[in-house]
């Protein structure tokens, strides 16, 4: 296929979104601010720029046909400056969504998605306000942007917390307080549509978080059967109401009883659907570059039960152990500096 597919960011996402063009003959440009990106050690070319920089965005749109992105605060200008030259997918308008968690869950509420109860949050006050209104004592604050695996966001308790001191940790308004979900498990369901509408989904995956941050996910989840088919139309619906052409994640949350609330959206593939490279015929990844690229979404056809485990800063030395080991696959993103709590990789595991 004579195509080229211009990814903004150059991180791990984009980087297994290449290797799945590759398997298409579908050559890739990464653009990414960053130098020696996961992204960009794999790519047919990369372009490093900042996102503000027209020049180089330029030159960028003239050498790619379609566009996409491999995370969610790409900055909306930039978006708006792209898609005067060359399609961006998926729209901008899922972007704006999933970049502000207001506006995600006021989307999710708006067509029948529930989600914990929310608020924003302007000014200190409101937060013991907001709980007694509730009348409840524990809460979460969250700011509204550029949250990630756990970060911006604190615990509040109407008792013990200072509603000052909790609101500056977080930096100040934009906030959003949230009801504290008594789950009893976290699940994903990955959706993938294309031009013509036809959706393929991945999920519901079990996922196991440490610290904010996903830890484990497994495929199938232990679900009741009607908490499957929830989930799954739940995911449908978000995909055709947003007229999704791309890949995009639904992160929820499993109640007693089997209620199920949504959380957030991710507007492209999920770190809990990287079993699907190893254990399905099409990885979400490649059904992300075909729905993007204008190819039909095709059937995931997983071929066995998998679990995925990330490697987390100093977790990438034990990659070691796991070389060599039948139906173990392993994901090292090339990241040279292994602070605490970066993605360095990943394995999965076939069962
Ligand atoms: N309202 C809530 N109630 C209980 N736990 C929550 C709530 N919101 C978030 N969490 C926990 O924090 C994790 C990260 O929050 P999330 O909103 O998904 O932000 P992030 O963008 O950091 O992934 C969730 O996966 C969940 O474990
Ligand atoms: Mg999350």
Redesign the pocket.
């Known amino acids: 296929m004579d195509m080229t597919l211009g990814i903004l960011g150059g991180g791990q996402l984009g980087r297994m979104s290449v290797q799945a063009a590759q398997k298409l003959g579908i050559r890739t440009v990464i653009y990414t601010p960053e130098d020696n990106s996961p992204a960009a050690q794999v790519a047919d070319h990369t372009i490093v720029g900042a996102y503000e920089d027209q020049d180089a965005l330029l030159r960028f749109a003239e050498i790619v046909d379609i566009i996409s992105y491999e995370f969610e605060n790409i900055p909306l200008k930039t978006v708006g400056f792209l898609k005067a030259l060359k399609p961006v997918y998926p729209d901008e308008n899922l972007l704006k969504i999933s970049q502000d968690?207001v506006r995600e869950k006021s989307f999710l509420n708006s067509i029948g998605i529930p989600t914990?109860r929310?608020w924003p949050v302007d000014k200190p006050e409101d937060i013991p306000n907001i709980l007694k209104d509730w009348n409840q004592e524990d809460?979460?604050l969250?700011t509204t942007r550029l949250?990630?695996?756990?970060?911006?966001?604190a615990r509040f308790n109407l008792k013990k917390d200072n509603p000052d001191s909790v609101y500056s940790l977080l930096g100040g308004s934009p906030l959003i307080l949230?009801?504290?979900?008594?789950?009893t498990s976290?699940i994903s369901v990955i959706a993938a549509r294309d031009h013509e509408g036809q959706i393929e989904i991945y999920g519901p995956v079990l996922?196991e978080?440490r610290d904010?941050?996903?830890h484990k996910s497994v495929f199938p989840a232990p679900l009741l059967p009607q908490v499957t088919k929830k989930a799954v139309e739940m995911t449908f619906t978000l995909a055709e109401q947003i007229n999704l052409r791309g890949v995009l994640a639904l992160?929820l949350?499993v109640m007693q009883e089997g209620i199920i609330l949504a959380?957030?959206i991710a507007p492209r593939p999920h770190n809990s659907g990287h079993w699907s490279i190893e254990a399905c015929a099409v990885s979400q990844f490649e059904n992300h570059v075909r729905a993007v690229c204008g190819l039909p979404v095709l059937r995931p056809g997983q071929h066995r039960p998998a679990e995925m485990i990330n490697l987390i800063g100093d977790d990438i030395t034990r990659l070691e152990d796991y070389k060599g080991r039948e139906n173990v696959f392993i994901h090292d993103y090339g990241k040279s500096n292994p602070r605490p709590g970066r993605k360095m990789g990943h394995v999965t595991i076939l069962m």
């Open positions: 968690r914990a929310w809460a979460i969250k949250g990630y695996d756990g970060k911006g966001q949230e009801e504290m979900v008594d789950f976290e996922n978080h904010g941050i996903l992160e949350f959380n957030e």
